[in-house]
């Protein structure tokens, strides 16, 4: 029984060794050296931190991404101040803008007064006294000055047209007739149109005619219907010519006076040409290819080109005269 007995104690204390070891194999192994300053630093850098777990273990919640609410990526920078500088300036940014569209240069000259001007040629003789060559020529000399040319020829040249769209142009060649050698009217101004005089005309220009603003022309046996400075008179006393505009008629007497030249002094062109007394179409063309290439170029002034045209070398040698402004030129 004592053999019995001190097998049990001894067998007691070898479990109680035993359970002893068992209890210290539970701790972690202190071999590595590490610091309890280091372990700290180590769960500060933790990169199970950005997992979105805090420090005491509870998980927090992922951070939201910002929603770009003017169409870009959402794409951050990376330097993060550089969002927040662009944020602060995004006012002054607002006040500096552009308020809109600024027109382009073209745009802002198509608004503004100038070239292309227009220039009107009536040439009311052209089925009589044909000069192809001539008008050619003078249309060539106002488009290469910058005029949209506009040309009218025999019937084409109505009295309505005298009556309503001369001042619509800046520049006018009427190359007619006097078409009158009426005494009756001989000591006015007469220049004939391309309509021809027909049996309704004292009614449908019934007051023209009352007035006696038109009359009778005539050449090769055809009537037309001529007209006297009233006309003009009438029609462009409340109406106003391009400013630096032309007139010239080119017709026998166009000059001889003030009296048609005035009215459309009056009316606001610049300068009116004509003719001191009976001309010859021949003389006559041959001066207004001549004036009107000199003034389209710029080379010569009206005042220059009348004053240095000789007399019509024909009796009673009718001279080119201007009225207005001799200065002007059509370049």
């Known amino acids: 029984m004592k053999w019995l007995a001190a097998f049990v104690v001894v067998a007691l204390l070898v479990l109680a060794t035993g359970w002893y ?3 210290e194999e539970d701790v972690p192994p202190d071999d590595d050296n590490t610091s309890d300053d280091e372990i700290a630093d180590g769960q500060e850098n ?3 931190d950005e997992g979105g777990e805090e420090q005491d273990g509870t998980p927090s919640a992922p951070e939201e991404e910002p929603c770009p609410d003017d169409g ?3 794409e951050s920078n990376e330097d993060d101040g ?3 500088e662009e944020d602060g300036n995004a006012g002054e940014d607002d006040e500096n803008e552009d308020p809109g569209p600024v027109e382009s240069k073209e745009e802002e000259e198509a608004d503004q007064p100038g070239p292309p001007y227009k220039a009107l040629i009536l040439d009311a003789i052209h089925e009589q006294v044909p000069n192809d060559a001539l008008i050619a020529n003078v249309t060539t000399h106002l488009e290469d000055a910058g ?10 040249v109505t009295l309505d047209l005298i009556m309503n769209d001369l001042s619509g142009y800046d520049a006018v060649y009427f190359r007619t007739r006097r078409g009158c050698r009426n005494p009756v009217h001989l000591d006015k101004t007469v220049v004939s149109t391309g309509e021809l005089w027909t049996s309704d005309v004292q009614e449908k220009y019934s007051e023209e005619y009352s007035n006696g603003w038109i009359i009778v022309g005539s050449y090769d046996g055809e009537t037309f219907i001529a ?3 009233g006309l003009i008179e009438h029609y462009y006393s409340s109406v106003q010519f391009p400013s630096g505009s032309l007139m010239y008629i080119s017709a026998c007497k166009t000059g001889e006076t003030e009296e048609l030249s005035g009215h459309f002094l009056n009316a606001g062109v610049s300068t009116y040409v004509g003719w001191s007394n009976w001309t010859h179409a021949g003389y006559a063309d041959e001066t207004s290819e001549k004036l009107m290439r000199e003034i389209c170029s710029g080379n010569a002034t009206v005042a220059q080109v009348c004053d240095s045209t000789p007399p019509d070398p024909a009796a009673p040698n009718a001279e080119l005269v201007y009225y207005g402004e001799g200065n002007l030129t059509l370049a």
């Open 46 to 48: 933790d990169p199970s």
């Open 21 to 23: 070891y068992v209890g």
């Open 72 to 74: 870009s990526t959402g």
């Open 82 to 84: 550089s969002v927040a």
């Open 147 to 156: 005029y949209n040319v506009t040309y009218k020829s025999d019937h084409e």
């Open 227 to 229: 007209f006297t400075p």
